[in-house]
């Protein structure tokens, strides 16, 4: 049972807006910042997004974040069959002094 | 560029202890800290805990499964990171990730497959 809530999967067809959703806590999310990553089958994560809404300069501007309270969202615009894959929001949790995921997103571009 | 190669693949048995090296290059290792993550198959990612790479401060996770089992160290002079887990058991079988940053993490290393089985 993982810290965050994530949805398990989320689908959406090729050119088109997905989001996916993160839900935590004041502990966590409401509190500290939150990371997104992308994660394909056999390969470590990827940075997407950091302290909330910040990509890496690497990162197409596709990929967004945002926070709201006690959420987050990712947002990836323009889909492509390349994004399939599975996304991870992580913050820290003052709590628990850990840093803390969810459980994950499979994304599946029709 | 910066990059994280970490240990190979390994096998233990139940009760074994595992020390997996996270080697760092392309920028100044003690600006950050490294932070290690495991991923069960099939599963989501873990945080373990991190380590301050200047002063070696460390923060584990605090769950049952991991009570004073964990612990991380650095060795400066060759920018590397170790994770140790000892009294391993089957459910420690997992990928283990060491990652840069202590709130977010980039880049990571490849993964360690660890397989533990009698």
């Known amino acids: 049972q993982s810290v965050l809530t994530q949805p398990p999967s989320v689908s959406a067809a090729p050119g088109q807006r997905v989001t996916i959703s993160c839900s935590g806590t004041?502990?966590?999310?409401?509190?500290?910042?939150v990371s997104w990553y992308q994660q394909f089958p056999g390969a470590a994560p990827k940075l997407l997004i950091y302290?909330?809404?910040k990509r890496p300069s690497e990162i197409p501007d596709r990929f967004s974040g945002s926070k709201s309270g006690t959420s987050a969202t990712l947002g990836i615009t323009g889909l492509q069959t390349g994004d399939e894959a599975d996304y991870y929001c992580g913050t820290w949790d003052s709590s628990l002094s850990a840093g803390v995921f969810g459980g994950g997103t499979k994304l599946t571009v029709l | 560029q910066v990059q994280l190669v970490q240990s190979g693949p390994e096998v233990k048995k139940p009760g074994a202890s595992l020390q997996v090296s996270c080697k760092a290059s392309?920028?100044?290792?003690?600006?950050?800290?490294i932070s290690w993550v495991r991923q069960a198959p099939g599963q989501g990612l873990e945080w373990m805990g991190r380590i301050s790479a200047y002063n070696g401060n460390t923060n584990y996770i605090h769950a049952q499964k991991f009570q004073g089992r964990v612990s991380m160290t650095t060795d400066t002079s060759t920018s590397t990171a170790f994770m140790e887990l000892r009294s391993l058991r089957s459910d420690d079988t997992a990928v283990y990730y060491c990652a840069r940053g202590s709130y977010d993490f980039t880049p990571w290393g490849q993964g360690t497959l660890v397989i533990v089985s009698s």
């Open positions: 392309g920028y100044t290792f003690t600006r950050h800290a």
């Open positions: 004041s502990s966590n999310i409401g509190n500290n910042f």
């Open positions: 302290d909330n809404d």
